[in-house]
């Protein structure tokens, strides 16, 4: 495996928790954050446009995505307006469709044509993958996020699929693919090996990151003596007179 510092895929931190964002924002691989309102609510932000505006003033110089709450297309219009004066490094979370199914590109095309980055957002399909880069047309960068994580839930290997996403958005070089969703610290390296743009992590996985390119030798010597130091703890026994 690649140490981090020769990855070439971006790497987002995903997360809902300042002081763990500031904390990451001090290190140089972190080039990048987004968040949504699922993270959010777990971590207990109660206002949505406090949290987003302290976020950007203390980062003003890395991007940050941040989503639309509206579930009607005009109403989402306007939100997205309004997010993206917050700041000149917001991209503007926008779903794939809204509760409905109903398709969300005429939308991230306007917003695309009036110069508002978009990261489109809860994309699982080739053809979602397909139907939103038609709406890419213009100068204007942009995010499509694809759910690798979520693929792989179903059982599906996600890696020919993403790798099929690449393809599909080399027609739109302004337009970047990420890898959202990851389960585990390999999927960073998979990623990188399929030159996708950019994967989000959770905290919980970057804690990680320092294992990459461990010695599997001496961490098999750690996890014998995890076992051995835990049983010795926990005072447990096992009577060998047979």
Known sequence: MKQIERLQVKIFADGADMESILD?????????????????????????EDFS?????????RPIALEVLADEFLEMEKQAHHIAS?????????????????????????????????????VLTLNQVQHVA???????????????????DTGVDPIPFMSKALEILR???????????????????????????????TSDILKKLSLLEKDLDEYSLETVAMFYNDAMAAGYSIDSDY
Request: net charge positive; charged share 20%.
């Open 24 to 48: 990451l924002y001090k290190k140089p691989y972190i080039k990048g954050f987004t968040t949504n309102p699922t993270l959010m609510r777990k971590a207990g932000i109660t206002n949505y």
């Open 53 to 61: 505006r302290k976020l950007i003033a203390a980062i003003p110089d």
């Open 86 to 122: 917050w700041g000149k490094n917001v991209y503007v979370k926008i779903p794939i469709t809204n509760t409905k199914g109903e398709s969300s590109r005429p939308l991230i095309t306007r917003l695309s044509n009036a110069g508002i980055r978009v990261n489109v957002t809860a």
């Open 134 to 152: 038609n709406a890419f047309k213009n100068d204007t960068s942009a995010i499509v996020s694809v759910f690798a994580g979520r693929i792989a």
């Open 171 to 201: 027609t739109c070089p302004k337009v970047e693919l990420l890898w959202a969703s990851p389960r585990e610290l390999l999927n960073i390296v998979q990623a990188d090996q399929i030159g996708c743009h950019i994967i989000t992590i």
